[in-house]
């Protein structure tokens, strides 16, 4: 049987729905901790986009909490088919997908500096299987400048073979509890 994005991303989804509660907790600890060490933090403020986690995605409240101290931090405000940041502050409220946001803004935020973005799986190119509906795509598009770009999983799903379409978003380094991947170390298909 052929490996299809489809298939891919269900394989995945279920991987991180059946992790156990004991291994949730220890993963979310690791994942949080390299996902610090890889920010690397400076002096500087930085303008980052983050998400408020689904419950079988990997946790970021804490990071935003602690990111918020010294850095711009921004969520996903979801309109149309895409969204755009806003600045993230409580109370937060459940909306569509059951995703929780923040409220609107009448800001137009069209730079930042670091993207940490939830993956359900990546293919050999480091590119994105999202829940399929493209608003992390169409987000990017929209950006002048591409920020560095974090991909995080909660459990590593990943294929060496190139799933993902052109469009679909790649990252700069792929973080799991146990594993970077950085993109220099693959090659683009020719």
């Given at each position: 049987?052929?490996?299809?994005?489809?298939?891919?991303?269900?394989?995945?989804?279920?991987?991180m729905?059946?992790?156990?509660?004991?291994?949730?907790?220890?993963?979310?600890?690791?994942?949080?901790?390299?996902?610090?060490?890889?920010?690397?933090?400076?002096?500087?403020?930085?303008?980052?986009?983050?998400?408020?986690?689904?419950?079988?995605?990997?946790?970021?409240?804490?990071?935003i909490?602690?990111?918020?101290?010294?850095?711009?931090?921004?969520?996903?405000?979801?309109?149309g088919?895409?969204?755009?940041?806003?600045?993230?502050?409580?109370?937060?409220?459940?909306?569509k997908?059951g995703?929780?946001?923040?409220?609107?803004?009448?800001?137009?935020?069209?730079?930042?500096?670091?993207?940490?973005?939830?993956?359900?799986?990546?293919?050999?190119?480091?590119?994105?299987?999202?829940?399929?509906?493209?608003?992390?795509?169409?987000?990017?598009?929209?950006?002048?400048k591409?920020?560095?770009?974090?991909?995080?999983?909660?459990?590593?799903?990943?294929?060496?073979?190139?799933?993902?379409d052109?469009?679909?978003?790649?990252?700069?380094?792929?973080?799991t509890?146990?594993?970077?991947?950085?993109?220099?170390?693959?090659?683009?298909?020719?």
């Open positions: 049987m052929t490996l299809t994005k489809s298939s891919f991303r269900q394989k995945c989804l279920k991987k729905k059946n992790q156990t509660k004991y291994n949730k907790l220890y993963k979310r600890e690791a994942l949080n901790k390299r996902l610090l060490k890889e920010l690397q933090l400076s002096k500087t403020k930085k303008k980052i986009l983050l998400y408020y986690p689904l419950p079988f995605e990997a946790d970021t409240r804490k990071i909490q602690k990111l918020r101290k010294k850095h711009e931090v921004f969520i996903p405000f979801m309109q088919e895409s969204f755009k940041m806003v600045p993230f502050r409580l109370p937060l409220k459940k909306k997908f995703i929780f946001e923040a409220g609107n803004t009448l800001r137009n935020i069209k730079k930042i500096d670091i993207a940490i973005v939830p993956a359900i799986g990546v293919d050999g190119n480091l590119q994105r299987v999202g829940f399929g509906r493209g608003m992390y795509d169409r987000f990017f598009e929209k950006l002048k591409r920020p560095y770009t974090i991909f995080i999983q909660p459990e590593l799903c990943y294929t060496k073979e190139f799933l993902c052109a469009y679909d978003v790649a990252c700069d380094v792929l973080l509890p146990t594993k970077a991947v950085k993109k220099a170390r693959f090659k683009k298909r020719k």
